[in-house]
């Protein structure tokens, strides 16, 4: 019986090390090797190559070695096994420090006293908003939506959120469905994306959206922050509603296109901070112990954590 390890980018050898630790019982195996194709009875993928969990006889479930799990969807061969998904409280914090950060530099104008001090300008400026000022607007009201918001309302910002069901989280003004989009975005400084790549979200940050954002804010113009994934947005609109100032500023951790090409007008675009795909960084050795922890549940009879629903796509 084994486990394989199915990814395309990262180091293979270190991660079967940890899942030998994790899961002594099982042989763990790892594609482009040869291997019992009748023997594996779980996958642990990220960015599998198309087609490669096909033809797995034994195949019993499928683990996302991430939170999300659009890069396991686009193998339009992957088997029709229950598919679980990353829930990791330390991957959760790191998604809340990201967003807590990025609003806090647009909150403090760090940007604006970074420029000075290259400039060695001493300009003593008073007119410092209260976080109360700020909206922050939440696309996404899931694990990490939810944690991110708590924080950022923690810190005193006057925070809404965007699901697709209605959710109802006290303290916490909540809007819900394409119904819901306008009126949140209406009351929106900083745009804050946590929402899965799922046909329904593709595209959705677009310049209808942009447009759309509270005016008259103490940013100075409307923000946003995505850490979600980079096929909900609109690059080209991105770019174009920031050279017309529809946008103040946009924090990117994730593109359409990944690694960000080198002749990307994000790298240089005075309105753009990227960061590499790194907003919450999964720590390896927590998700091979979650893993090894639902194989455990199944083998017990019990149903996965964190499953995913096929239908939502998320
Ligand atoms: P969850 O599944 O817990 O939450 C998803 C949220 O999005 C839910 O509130 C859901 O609504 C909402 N949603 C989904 N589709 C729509 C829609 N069409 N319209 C409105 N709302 C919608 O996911 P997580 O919070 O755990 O993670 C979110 C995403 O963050 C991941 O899918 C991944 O892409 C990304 N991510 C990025 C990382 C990075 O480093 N940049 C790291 C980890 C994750 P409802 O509540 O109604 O179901
Ligand atoms: C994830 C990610 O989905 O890192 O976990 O993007």
Known sequence: MSLLIAMSQWDVESWRERFRRVLPG?????????????AVRYAASWKHPEGALAGLPALEAVFSLGAGVDHLFRDPRLPDVPIARVVDPDLTSRMSEYVALHCLIALRQQRRYDRQQRLAQWIDDRDQPAARDVRVGILGMGVLGLDAAGKLMALGFDVAAWSRTPRQVEGLPSFAGPEGLGPFLARTDILVNLL????????????????????????????????G???????????????????????????REEPLDASSR??????VTVTPHNAAMSAPDAICALIARQIGRLERGLPLEHEVDRARGY
């Open 229 to 255: 994934r980079g096929a909900t947005q609109n690059e080209t609109d991105i770019l174009a509603c920031l050279d017309e100032g529809v946008l103040r500023h946009a924090t990117l951790d994730v593109f």
């Open 266 to 271: 994000f790298w240089t675009h005075p309105g």
């Open 26 to 38: 099982l042989d763990i195996v790892a594609l482009g090797e040869p291997f019992d194709r009748r």
């Open 196 to 227: 899965p790549a799922t046909p329904e979200t593709e595209g959705l940050l677009d310049r209808r959206v942009f447009t759309q954002l509270a005016r008259g804010g103490r940013l100075g113009g409307p923000m946003l922050i995505n850490a």
